[in-house]
């Protein structure tokens, strides 16, 4: 069953700008959907359309099973989580958990049982007391969440609540994030413009770029198959090679490489490969001589050639070293190819 179904969306401002280009996009009960992309692609325009704090200008928006294009944002039974918290200073985090619950007029027994509950789900009982100066980054954003979980919405709306966090601090919360939404079942809609955190949180990844989607799917599929060359570089880290070859007869040509594919395509196109594919061989066809190397500490990004067009690696290259020279394989079914004109996959 829908939650959310966007269709044929569209934001134009009054200077013309155009925002989001007929987006369609539907939300099961229960999922969470990440939207991801560059700045500027569209992705918190989107997310503000959803709430209503932004009109639509062309399409419809329904949710839980009404349109909600007309409908003002406190009627429309969302829950927003912000990048910046934005946390009442001079209210204790009991009073941030209860202040809109108090608004909609909610018996007081009612209230100090969601507050309770929530406090219990996010593990923050002991700060109840606390005013938000005198919790952690963490902290605020937990109370941030509960102050969404009181609510019991339709649908969750986290814009990059993340990003103010240290790189340590993200990962913990995140995986908090994925474990509450699931216990709570409720839908979400998580924007982001990392990579790393829409493959690792999403049911599905919705790619954007300059306000169209690229790609919907799960992130397996999108990282396996991406549609399209820009998909193919903005996920994954490092991105996925991409090379222009001429394709003739099951051999892509680069440069004076000959480079197996399966596909009966020919002509120009796109060849892609994800680096971790590429396999290490002193039997392989292809020699490289290796231009720099990257530690990540588990392993290393190891940059070269491949037919004069630049080429990573990240499999096992440990004593690897600028000047070295290795022999790599290129499996056929592990390459992509992609319209060298449009982008889109072939």
Same mark, same amino acid.
């Given at each position: 069953?829908?939650t959310?179904?966007i269709r044929?969306?569209?934001?134009?401002?009054?200077?013309?700008?155009?925002?989001?280009?007929?987006?369609?996009?539907a939300?099961?009960?229960? #999922?969470?959907?990440?939207?991801?992309?560059?700045?500027?692609?569209?992705k918190?325009?989107?997310?503000?359309m959803?709430a209503?704090?932004?009109?639509?200008t062309?399409?419809?928006?329904e949710?839980?099973?009404?349109?909600?294009n007309d409908?003002?944002?406190?009627?429309?039974?969302?829950?927003m989580?912000?990048?910046?918290?934005a946390?009442?200073?001079?209210?204790?985090?009991?009073?941030?958990?209860?202040?809109?619950?108090?608004?909609?007029?909610l018996?007081?027994?009612?209230i100090?049982?969601?507050? *309770?509950?929530?406090?219990r789900?996010l593990?923050?009982?002991?700060?109840?007391?606390?005013?938000?100066?005198?919790?952690?980054?963490?902290?605020?954003?937990?109370?941030?969440m509960g102050?969404?979980?009181?609510r019991d919405?339709?649908?969750?709306?986290?814009d990059?609540?993340l990003?103010?966090?240290?790189a340590?601090?993200?990962?913990?919360?995140?995986?908090?994030?994925?474990?509450?939404?699931?216990?709570?079942?409720t839908?979400?809609?998580?924007?982001t413009h990392d990579?790393?955190e829409?493959?690792?949180?999403?049911?599905?990844?919705?790619?954007?770029?300059?306000?169209e989607v690229?790609q919907?799917g799960?992130?397996?599929e999108v990282?396996?198959?991406?549609?399209?060359? /820009?998909?193919?570089?903005?996920?994954?880290a490092?991105?996925?090679?991409?090379?222009?070859?001429?394709?003739?007869?099951g051999? *892509?040509?680069?440069?004076?490489e000959?480079?197996a594919?399966a596909?009966?395509?020919?002509?120009?196109?796109?060849l892609?490969?994800?680096?971790?594919?590429?396999?290490?061989?002193?039997e392989?066809?292809?020699?490289?001589e290796?231009?720099?190397?990257?530690?990540?500490?588990?392993?290393?990004?190891?940059h070269?050639?491949?037919?004069?067009?630049? /080429?990573?690696?990240t499999?096992?290259?440990?004593?690897?070293?600028?000047?070295?020279? /290795?022999r790599?394989?290129?499996?056929?079914? #592990?390459v992509?190819? /992609?319209?060298?004109?449009?982008?889109r996959?072939?």
């Amino acid at each position: 069953m829908k939650t959310l179904d966007i269709r044929n969306v569209v934001k134009r401002y009054p200077n013309g700008t155009l925002a989001v280009k007929g987006v369609n996009v539907a939300v099961e009960e229960g #999922e969470l959907v990440v939207f991801v992309g560059p700045s500027g692609c569209g992705k918190s325009t989107l997310l503000r359309m959803i709430a209503g704090l932004e009109d639509v200008t062309e399409g419809e928006i329904e949710l839980a099973g009404r349109v909600v294009n007309d409908i003002e944002p406190a009627e429309r039974n969302i829950a927003m989580v912000f990048q910046n918290y934005a946390l009442y200073p001079h209210m204790t985090v009991r009073g941030n958990l209860s202040y809109g619950l108090r608004n909609r007029g909610l018996p007081k027994d009612e209230i100090a049982r969601k507050v *309770a509950e929530a406090a219990r789900i996010l593990q923050i009982e002991e700060y109840l007391d606390r005013k938000p100066r005198q919790l952690s980054g963490g902290q605020r954003q937990r109370v941030a969440m509960g102050r969404a979980i009181v609510r019991d919405p339709a649908i969750f709306l986290f814009d990059e609540p993340l990003s103010n966090l240290d790189a340590k601090l993200r990962n913990q919360m995140r995986l908090e994030l994925k474990q509450l939404q699931r216990r709570l079942r409720t839908a979400a809609i998580y924007v982001t413009h990392d990579q790393v955190e829409a493959m690792t949180l999403a049911d599905r990844i919705v790619v954007l770029n300059a306000g169209e989607v690229e790609q919907i799917g799960t992130p397996e599929e999108v990282y396996e198959s991406p549609a399209s060359t /820009f998909v193919a570089g903005f996920i994954g880290a490092p991105p996925m090679n991409l090379l222009e070859v001429v394709v003739e007869g099951g051999v *892509a040509l680069v440069g004076g490489e000959r480079v197996a594919v399966a596909s009966r395509h020919a002509g120009p196109a796109i060849l892609g490969i994800r680096p971790e594919r590429v396999q290490i061989d002193p039997e392989g066809a292809h020699e490289m001589e290796v231009e720099a190397v990257e530690e990540l500490g588990a392993t290393r990004l190891v940059h070269a050639r491949l037919g004069n067009q630049p /080429f990573t690696i990240t499999q096992d290259a440990r004593e690897a070293r600028p000047g070295d020279r /290795f022999r790599v394989t290129i499996p056929p079914g #592990e390459v992509s190819l /992609f319209d060298r004109g449009t982008g889109r996959r072939i």
